[in-house]
């Protein structure tokens, strides 16, 4: 794909959403740390029903550690893979309050180093938090860029890299949630809905098909 084709599709995701939100519901950058860490392998509408009744009640590392696995648990068992989490998540509590001061770490590094923090959720962290020059490649953005041809990689940190070099510099910020939605709602996993589609006339899959 060449960069003129780029640069359209881009304008037309800034065109029909200026200010891409993730899904998750968040108020801090401690939040949203814990609410990616819950949604892995989970959708953002079950990870925000269990964040409703836990964040009112402990929102701090130092409220949700004084939780304990149990107790956090108890919040979050609605969500898959809720008991590992619930350890990943108490033990990253723990690190925070004693070597971060209870403040979530701004590099790529401390955040990997957290349990339950791999580049994905990193990432994730730094571009929505801190509005870094980021991109977390997750399943959907991942499949958007290979099937579309925008950015072409056979593994997540290939993509990653392929798009922090092909995405127009004035874009950057914000595409990680363009593609995502992208992803979720339009270019779809089993059937794509290439008949609804904004960039259909720019994607480069050879599969397109009418339906919307």
Not at 66 to 74: R, T
Not at 187 to 202: F, H, N, T, Y
């Amino acid at each position: 794909m060449n960069a003129a084709k780029r640069l359209e599709i881009f304008r037309r995701f800034h065109e029909d959403n200026p200010q891409p939100k993730t899904e998750l519901a968040y108020s801090s950058a401690f939040e949203l740390l814990i609410a990616v860490i819950l949604s892995a392998q989970s959708t953002d509408v079950g990870v925000n029903k269990a964040t409703a009744k836990l964040f009112p009640v402990a929102n701090t590392p130092a409220a949700i550690h004084a939780l304990g696995i149990e107790g956090l648990s108890h919040y979050i068992k609605t969500i898959g893979l809720y008991n590992s989490k619930a350890k990943n998540v108490i033990e990253t509590c723990r690190l925070l309050v004693e070597h971060h001061g209870g403040e979530v770490p701004q590099t790529r590094e401390e955040l990997e180093a957290l349990p339950g923090v791999g580049r994905k959720t990193a990432n994730v962290v730094l571009n929505t938090a801190f509005r870094q020059l980021t991109m977390a490649v997750d399943t959907h953005i991942f499949r958007v860029s290979n099937r579309t041809g925008l950015a072409p990689g056979k593994n997540v940190v290939e993509v990653e890299k392929q798009l922090m070099k092909f995405v127009p510099k004035q874009y950057l910020l914000d595409s990680h949630h363009w593609l995502i939605l992208h992803g979720r709602y339009v270019c779809q996993a089993r059937k794509p809905r290439c008949g609804s589609c904004r960039i259909e006339d720019l994607c480069e899959y050879k599969e397109k098909n009418s339906d919307d």
